[in-house]
């Protein structure tokens, strides 16, 4: 099993900028997909960013240029670094894993980030 926890989410105004961090703990070793999602209160869960294990990246149409996914391998963390936040990117966020055992895929408890002024 593969254990998820996100941190990093908070109140932030217009235009600011945020850093979400997601440590994997576990069979970490069979991980080869993370992703981060966020679900914003009456809509349904959508892709922010994700990343394989051969570094390809992926990213929603709404934070292509402001958002940035990275990881850390030898922390098994990974990263969001969002920028140029909007009142429309407030929702939980959620960190996802998918490993290598049968497609399994795990989900953080989501940190909520909030846009405001």
């Known amino acids: 099993q593969v254990q998820l926890v996100e941190s990093g989410g908070g109140l932030v105004q217009p235009g600011g900028s945020l850093r979400l961090s997601c440590a994997a703990s576990?069979?970490?070793?069979?991980?080869?997909?993370m992703g981060w999602y966020r679900q914003a209160p009456g809509k349904e869960r959508e892709l922010v960013a994700s990343?394989?294990?051969?570094?390809?990246?992926n990213y929603g149409d709404s934070v292509m240029g402001r958002f940035t996914i990275s990881k850390d391998n030898a922390k098994d963390t990974l990263f969001l670094q969002m920028n140029i936040l909007k009142p429309e990117d407030t929702a939980v966020y959620y960190c996802?894993?998918?490993?290598?055992?049968?497609?399994?895929?795990?989900w953080g408890q989501g940190t909520w980030v909030t846009v405001s002024s």
């Open positions: 990343v394989n294990s051969d570094d390809i990246t």
């Open positions: 576990g069979r970490t070793f069979t991980i080869y997909y």
């Open positions: 996802k894993a998918v490993t290598r055992e049968g497609g399994m895929a795990y």
